[in-house]
């Protein structure tokens, strides 16, 4: 696998005020993801025999268990963040918008509409115990609100990710202090529905 590098933001870092700040954007990314991919690398350059096979991060991950056990644990928190982080990225966007599409309907039939879906995200992301992440996702049984302590990603456990948000402090302490629930809020009107929307078609090879 080539050096996994750190991707460049589809938006500037203030493109999402007022509910993300610039200030926590710029840290987040530049210095918080950038440490992620940092340590990736270098775990896997330390098994430069066994980085020569792999063919992506995200394969890696959905895996653990063909990964050498010197490296696991850096590839489970450092290839995680990595990737974790490049994933929240893609769902966010400084447009307002609104769900559409076949995501839409089908949040609508699993979770009794919009509304009730944002209520069971938020309540499980607020509920997350320490630093964790909450996620949308398509499993063997449909669709399904999951939550993964530290940088643990859903790919680990079988499920394709559709929408993240990331509940460790640094996403949000400088501006939102210790209130979460009031950054959960907040993030709902930078959610880039377009992109979930093909999340899901890829999810379901549509």
């Known amino acids: 696998m080539e050096e996994y590098r750190l991707p460049k933001l589809p938006y500037e870092y203030g493109a999402l005020e ?4 610039e200030a926590t954007m710029r840290l987040h990314h530049s210095k ?5 991919v940092d340590k990736f690398n270098a775990a896997l350059a330390s098994v ?29 928190n450092h290839g995680g963040g990595a990737v974790n982080h490049s994933f929240f990225w893609s769902v966010l966007s400084g447009e307002r918008q609104s769900p559409q599409g076949e995501v839409s309907q089908e ?7 919009i509304e009730k879906f944002k209520e069971a995200f938020s309540a499980s992301a607020a509920g997350v115990f320490g630093s964790g992440w909450c996620w949308l996702v398509a499993g063997a049984g449909g669709l399904e609100i999951m939550t ?7 790919l680990s456990f079988g499920k394709k990710p559709l929408l993240a948000l990331d509940v460790w402090e640094h996403a949000y302490y400088l ?6 629930t009031d950054y959960i809020a907040a993030w709902w009107n930078v959610v880039n529905w377009e992109q ?10 549509r």
């Open 175 to 180: 501006k939102y202090q210790n209130r979460r």
């Open 107 to 113: 949040i609508g039939r699993k979770f009794g509409g």
């Open 18 to 21: 007022p509910y993300i700040d």
């Open 148 to 154: 993964t302590p530290n940088q643990d990603s859903p």
């Open 196 to 205: 979930v929307e093909k999340n899901f078609r890829l999810a379901m090879k």
């Open 32 to 36: 918080h993801h950038q440490a992620y």
């Open 48 to 76: 430069p025999e066994f980085r020569a096979k792999v063919k992506s991060a995200e394969k890696l991950l959905e895996d653990l268990n063909a990964v050498p056990e010197s490296i696991r644990a850096a590839v489970r």
